[in-house]
């Protein structure tokens, strides 16, 4: 028989049966889903607190290495990445540590710290920012097969021109010059005419096609 079907009486025995033989269920529900809830809620705070921590280290960080106060700057990066190492922040100060590094004319350290922020980036255009970087270095370096390598391991359609541009240069050092002209090409594309970049470019696709000439 549908409940529906009972009169209000027996409607009513049946309703203080069920919450007889289910209340304490019923209970526990309840009580979990505060607990859930709750703790929801205090995690989401714990999380607001920590990049809010995190944010300030950064800026004092940073009011420090333009202060000169080298010293204080490394040691608010060093707790960043310790502490920190879950938020953008301390993607950033590794960041920054790798150009102090690069000032101080330390180029193996700057990829000690640079390999750090890209393992630790989580956006793909931050990983891809922070790899540019790292070829950068390599290619300074003269690393050129290691910095290609680096930007093949960038996500796609980020800094396509830059990272074109780079690839060119370091494809000319390892005497590829058909496939440095084509990254050129590509970055000229990616850019656009109007881009500053452009007039550069194009002066090392002519250098390109004078070595070409002289070379045949």
């Not at 940073?62 to 879950?86: C, F, M």
């Not at 100060?93 to 150009?99: I, L, M, P, Q």
């Not at 920012?129 to 290691?146: C, E, G, H, N, S």
Request: proline share 2%; charged share 20%; glycine share 8%.
């Amino acid at each position: 028989m549908a409940f529906e079907a009972y009169d209000d009486y027996e409607q009513g025995e049946l309703v203080q049966k069920w919450l007889r033989q289910n209340g304490l269920s019923i209970v526990v529900g309840i009580a979990i889903g505060l607990v859930g809830i709750f703790g929801w809620q205090q995690w989401n705070h714990h999380k607001a607190n920590h990049q809010s921590d995190a944010s300030q280290l950064y800026l004092q960080a940073q009011n420090a290495a333009a202060s000169g106060k080298t010293d204080t700057a490394e040691a608010l990066t060093e707790t960043l990445l310790k502490d920190y190492a879950d938020t953008t922040y301390a993607v950033f100060a590794a960041s920054d540590r790798a150009v102090r590094e690069i000032a101080a004319k330390q180029p193996d350290k700057a990829l000690v710290a640079l390999n750090w922020a890209e393992s630790h980036a989580t956006n793909d255009g931050l990983k891809a920012l922070t790899q540019l970087r790292v070829a950068q270095v390599q290619l300074a370096q003269d690393k050129a097969a290691d910095a290609v390598a680096t930007l093949d391991r960038m996500p796609p359609k980020n800094y396509v021109g830059l990272s074109q541009e780079l690839r060119g240069d370091a494809l000319v050092k390892l005497g590829r010059p058909d496939d440095a002209r084509k990254a050129y090409e590509a970055a000229k594309a990616a850019l656009g005419e109007g881009a500053p970049q452009s007039g550069a470019l194009q002066l090392k696709l002519d250098n390109l096609a004078v070595a070409g000439k002289q070379g045949a």
